[in-house]
């Protein structure tokens, strides 16, 4: 059974590990200076906390495969939803070894899928939130160029409208 993710990245940690562990009524399942993961069975959601820096908020959310078959059929979804998706083969994430595809919604908010591995002693590089940015600019991105029937304002991003076209 999959489960949900949420990521939020905080100014004060341990001021948001008292408040999420009261919440919660469970201590972290793993917890580390600069982060730390509940794994809840009611509501089931892998809720995870970080203080790396960054605009505090929710980070991103994501659904937590338990077995390759899920993680295909959730990687199938993505590819079906029409929208880029950057790929994370052998990803150091979070303290942990996943295998991860992030996609943006139409509103730009991320999402990950992963099924993890192990456990890692680092934190990992955590730049798939800004690699995934880059995708979905470059997916955005109007196409440059394009025939002058096409064209409908009076300047196309290559300069001016040739008036005898």
């Not at 659904?63 to 950057?86: H, T, Y």
């Not at 943006?104 to 800004?130: I, N």
């Not at 394009?146 to 991003?157: H, I, K, Q, R």
């Amino acid at each position: 059974m999959k489960r949900l993710h949420i990521h939020v990245s905080v100014e004060d940690l341990a001021e948001s590990v008292r408040f999420y562990s009261t919440l919660f009524d469970a201590p972290p399942t793993v917890a580390k200076p600069d982060y730390a993961k509940w794994m809840l069975d009611d509501p089931r959601v892998n809720f995870a906390v970080s203080a790396r820096g960054g605009t505090s908020g929710v980070q991103h959310l994501g659904i937590q495969a338990e077995d390759a078959a899920e993680l295909e059929e959730v990687f199938g979804r993505l590819a079906a939803a029409g929208r880029p998706v950057l790929e994370e083969a052998g990803a150091t994430c979070c303290y942990a070894r996943s295998e991860k595809q992030w996609v943006s919604d139409p509103q730009g908010v991320p999402w990950e899928t992963f099924l993890t591995h192990g456990e890692s002693t680092a934190y990992g590089d955590g730049g798939a939130l800004g690699r995934l940015a880059a995708v979905g600019e470059a997916a955005a991105a109007p196409v440059c160029c394009a025939p002058a029937a096409e064209a409908s304002s009076a300047v196309a991003c290559c300069g001016p409208k040739d008036a005898s076209a």
